[in-house]
């Protein structure tokens, strides 16, 4: 797309593609969550153009749970590959509801977001 033909141009994106070739094969999803049976907060931005955001969304909530292993939250935004760079207050609010829903009491939500 467009948009990753120009940001192979930023200083350093030669050093990022490559060192994606050192990473160790990824485990599926399944197992990952198979292995944590704690609460889990996907924020997934709808309109990344890197992959079908929507359908992966549906296939996380889908994934079965262990025993007694709360479902996965997927809270899905229109925001695209980094929701959290895109907007960071709106992902800060959601993990922030996630966290005061698992503890069961308010928590305090204090993002920073630096001037451009």
Same mark, same amino acid.
């Given at each position: 797309?467009?948009?990753?033909?120009?940001?192979?141009? @930023? /200083?350093?994106?030669?050093?990022?593609?490559? *060192?994606?070739?050192?990473?160790?094969? #990824? !485990? &599926?999803?399944? =197992?990952?969550?198979?292995?944590?049976?704690?609460?889990?907060?996907?924020?997934?931005?709808?309109? @990344? /153009?890197?992959?079908?955001?929507?359908?992966? *969304?549906?296939?996380?909530?889908?994934? #079965? !749970? &262990?025993?007694? =292993?709360?479902?996965?939250?997927?809270?899905?935004?229109?925001?695209?590959?980094?929701?959290?760079?895109?907007?960071?207050?709106?992902?800060?609010?959601?993990?922030?509801?996630?966290?005061?829903?698992?503890?069961?009491?308010? =928590?305090?939500?204090?993002?920073?977001?630096?001037?451009?």
């Amino acid at each position: 797309t467009p948009a990753v033909l120009r940001d192979s141009y @930023d /200083p350093g994106a030669v050093d990022v593609i490559a *060192a994606g070739g050192k990473l160790p094969p #990824p !485990r &599926p999803l399944e =197992a990952l969550l198979n292995d944590y049976k704690g609460p889990v907060l996907v924020v997934q931005g709808v309109l @990344d /153009p890197l992959n079908d955001a929507r359908g992966r *969304a549906n296939a996380l909530e889908a994934i #079965p !749970r &262990p025993p007694g =292993a709360p479902p996965v939250e997927v809270e899905r935004m229109d925001l695209g590959h980094c929701p959290q760079d895109e907007n960071p207050e709106m992902v800060g609010g959601a993990i922030a509801a996630f966290a005061e829903r698992i503890a069961g009491a308010p =928590a305090e939500a204090s993002v920073s977001v630096p001037s451009h």
